[in-house]
């Protein structure tokens, strides 16, 4: 016998979305799970989604022999940036995640994890110094900060490569530049079709975004290609790796695309 998973009521057409904190989405969820315990069923726009919200549960459904990645709305929208990436590729239909995946999970093993510790103290220690320098008197954003912290700390524990968010007046351009695609993103998951395709000056500022985020990426490979450092990184992974079943590296392309999905991901995930 089978007990069905317990669903808020919703509104004809739009569901349950309505009810979302556009804001700060996660108040909503963990406030639905109080409510209905950890597994419900949002309906969103006609679309059924299943809510998991406990550590037993997600090890269960990180389970691959029973299940499988899937690609949500939100992942669908940063496609546009950078394709079949590792968190955003459709497996198992496009096969360059597994090459992608077996060529840089020794990245992410805990002696390799471990050995970025001190990376990361750095650009902590960078964002503690801004605070201790601006004084009492002057009022800090932590989302902002919080958000060049974890975008440094990646380019520099993954790539070798210093944005110096905290020693610039405002957002660096990529961090900014991000922030607003990422929050795009989210709308145009939540935003009817038709709608998003009258907004002409929002899609033209999404498209500029994305020209932004990747012209830095592109200027991190440029950079490596041209000064080769002896650190086993993860971006000199993906340049000189091959994969131990096809003997297959990635490919300029999937360089760019792997290199870019970290920042993103990481951000959302924050």
Not at 179 to 195: P, W
Request: hydrophobic content about 40%; charged content about 25%.
């Amino acid at each position: 016998m089978t007990t069905p998973i317990p669903s808020p009521p919703t509104v004809p057409f739009l569901g349950y979305a309505a009810s979302i904190d556009k804001e700060v989405p996660l108040n909503s969820f963990n406030l639905l799970a109080k409510q209905y315990g950890e597994i419900y069923e949002l309906n969103m726009f006609g679309r059924k989604l299943i809510i998991i919200s406990s550590q037993n549960l997600v090890n269960e459904v990180s389970d691959e022999k029973r299940f499988r990645k899937m690609i949500s709305p939100w992942v669908w929208e940063v496609r546009s940036a950078i394709g079949d990436a590792l968190f955003t590729a459709d497996v198992p239909k496009e096969t360059n995640w597994y090459i992608a995946h077996r060529i840089l999970m020794p990245a992410f093993s805990t002696l390799n994890v471990h050995n970025m510790f001190d990376d990361m103290v750095d650009i902590v220690s960078q964002m503690v110094l801004k605070w201790e320098r601006f004084g009492a008197e002057r009022k800090v954003d932590p989302a902002v900060d919080f958000s060049a912290l974890t975008l440094d700390a990646i380019s520099l524990c993954a790539m070798s490569y210093r944005l110096n968010s905290f020693y610039m007046e405002g957002m660096h351009p990529f961090v900014q530049a991000m922030s607003d695609y990422l929050a795009e993103s989210g709308r145009r998951a939540n935003r009817l079709g038709i709608v998003t395709t009258l907004m002409r000056g929002t899609a033209a500022q999404y498209e500029e975004n994305q020209r932004i985020m990747m012209s830095y990426v592109d200027a991190i490979l440029e950079d490596r290609k041209a000064n080769p450092i002896e650190k086993k990184d993860i971006l000199s992974m993906m340049l000189e790796g091959k994969d131990k079943e096809t003997g297959e590296g990635l490919s300029e392309d999937g360089i760019k695309r792997n290199a870019g999905v970290s920042k993103p991901y990481s951000h959302y995930q924050d």
